[in-house]
């Protein structure tokens, strides 16, 4: 994504409602990979749908759910029998909230790049969830007043509490809080970091923009996710790294460029540090992975 999208997906408050073929209509070809700015929830209602997630097809059977986040290079299949129940809604949509934007901040549903996330309902639920679609679709579809936005929005809640209680080993009990104030410091330093990772490395241009001190700053990231802000911009600029260096067609210089790096030499230094190979043999081996 570049600054313009990340910014749209902090401040926009979109949601769809629908099937892949709406979906197109919207957002142009959904049949080429790519990372798009919103948190989608795809349900499977008579049949198994294959759909395509970091270059692999994962098979949905029917009465199921899958999740997948902004982060994922994702696409739709098109030619296939049978189409996809979408909810595609970006982070302004849901976070209403410090609490709404905790949960979806740090909602592994969307955000765990280990696994992808598909829930099985205990009980046939399809006839239901097909019910709540339609109804979801039409209130999407219409000039919305508070009162849709607000049903809509805990439709979906409901949807990922359910999906994050019934899945195992969701819950982080590193992640914790002290008390709310820390928890919107964090929240906001997230959303600051989302947009402006290549472009500020230092605490103390998050702690200005926060109208913190940057011990300050520290103190609620090391509260609520248990590591320091500079800790979390290593992080964010080395797992952006590794998407661009798998996904793109981006040389390594510029890659290095693109991640606010003045040096070549400097971001390959950064990325052998916490990888243990450079971004050269990294980026072979992920080519030869997805060519297999």
């Not at 997948?68 to 098109?78: A, T």
């Not at 008390?179 to 970091?193: G, S, T």
């Not at 606010?260 to 230094?269: K, L, Q």
Request: overall charge neutral.
């Amino acid at each position: 994504m570049n600054i313009t999208d990340r910014k749209d997906f902090i401040t926009k408050n979109h949601i769809y409602v629908g099937h892949s073929s709406g979906l197109q209509t919207i957002l142009g070809n959904i049949s080429t990979p790519r990372r798009w700015p919103y948190f989608f929830i795809l349900f499977s209602t008579d049949t198994q749908l294959l759909h395509c997630i970091e270059n692999e097809r994962f098979p949905v059977a029917a009465g199921h759910f899958v999740f997948v986040g902004p982060d994922r290079y994702h696409s739709f299949i098109l030619d296939q029998q049978g189409e996809f129940w979408i909810i595609a809604f970006d982070y302004g949509f849901y976070a209403r909230t410090p609490n709404d934007a905790y949960f979806i901040q740090n909602s592994n549903l969307f955000f765990d790049l280990n696994r992808i996330y598909i829930s099985r309902p205990s009980v046939d639920i399809a006839e239901y969830v097909t019910l709540q679609m339609e109804f979801l679709e039409k209130l999407a579809n219409r000039q919305q007043a508070p009162l849709h936005t607000d049903i809509i929005h805990n439709a979906v809640q409901a949807i990922l509490l359910r999906s994050t209680f019934l899945s195992q080993g969701l819950q982080n009990p590193d992640v914790q809080f002290s008390n709310n104030q820390d928890r919107e410091i964090a929240n906001k330093f997230r959303e600051h970091l989302h947009i402006f990772y290549q472009q500020e490395k230092k605490i103390d241009y998050y702690a200005q923009a926060l109208k913190i001190t940057p011990r300050r700053l520290n103190q609620a990231t090391n509260n609520i996710y248990g590591r320091s802000a500079k800790q979390m911009v290593t992080e964010k600029l080395f797992e952006e790294s590794k998407s661009l260096l798998t996904h793109s067609t981006l040389t390594i210089k510029e890659i290095s460029y693109r991640m606010g790096f003045t040096e070549e030499n400097n971001f390959s230094a950064f990325f052998t540090k916490h990888a243990g190979y450079s971004p050269k043999k990294y980026k072979n081996l992920q080519s030869s992975i997805h060519t297999d």
